[in-house]
T-cell receptor, first 111, second 113 residues
């Protein structure tokens, strides 16, 4: 069974700092990997999706990388802003419609 | 703009009641999912459906059933609500191909008293 771990569980940074969130998974036979953002009491918003054949995806100030062989993905946020404060979740997709989530990293960006 | 909607944002029910949570997507997605999210436990898959009238159990199906009579609608049913089913329930949809993102609804916070 796929296990997904996110480190750190919480992170607090000053505005403007670049930061990296980490996600690791135990089974490298993945279909895809998604990074989601969740604001308190709300649903999840997909930020980036990396297919198993890809190494990275970029959207604006966000860059996600995938290293299947080592079972790792990172989400890089450049020039962080207070509006980036949220919980970020990593989800690993399996071929049978199975998506496994990490517990998330709660990010606080201080003005 | 793609959209997944859930019938209620907040719901309070009594123990033993039958509870229906409705989810509708407007993207013609084949796959639909029900998750529950609890502090410390993260998101756990209850059921998913990959086609009309088709369903598969997730990790925690006990105490739940689902119905998908139309492609756009996926219902979660709590046959006899219990206090340990108090949780945030999230519906999601996607296409089965690996390049398609998953879209979530806003969630229903259910409290069973």
């Amino acid at each position: 069974k796929q296990e997904v771990t996110q480190i750190p569980a919480a992170l607090s940074v000053p505005e403007g700092e670049n930061l990296v969130l980490n996600c690791s998974f135990t089974d490298s036979a993945i279909y895809n990997l998604q990074w989601f953002r969740q604001d308190p009491g709300k649903g999840l918003t997909s930020l980036l999706l990396i297919q198993s054949s890809q190494r990275e995806q970029t959207s604006g100030r966000l860059n996600a990388s995938l290293d299947k062989s080592s079972g790792r993905s990172t989400l890089y946020i450049a020039a962080s802003q207070p509006g980036d404060s949220a919980t970020y979740l990593c989800a690993v997709g399996g071929g049978n419609n199975d998506m496994r989530f990490g517990a998330g990293t709660r990010l606080t960006v201080k003005p | 703009d793609v959209k997944v909607t859930q019938s209620s944002r907040y719901l309070v029910k009594r123990t033993g009641e039958k509870v229906f949570l409705e989810c509708v997507q407007d993207m013609d997605h084949e796959n639909m999912f029900w998750y529950r999210q609890d502090p410390g436990l993260g998101l756990r898959l209850i059921y998913f459906s990959y086609d009309v009238k088709m369903k598969e159990k997730g990790d925690i199906p006990e105490g739940y059933s689902v119905s998908r009579e139309k492609k756009e609608r996926f219902s979660l049913i709590l046959e006899s609500a219990s206090t340990n089913q108090t949780s945030m329930y999230l519906c999601a949809s996607s296409q089965p191909q690996p390049g398609w993102r998953t879209y979530f609804g806003p969630g229903t916070r259910l409290t069973v008293t």
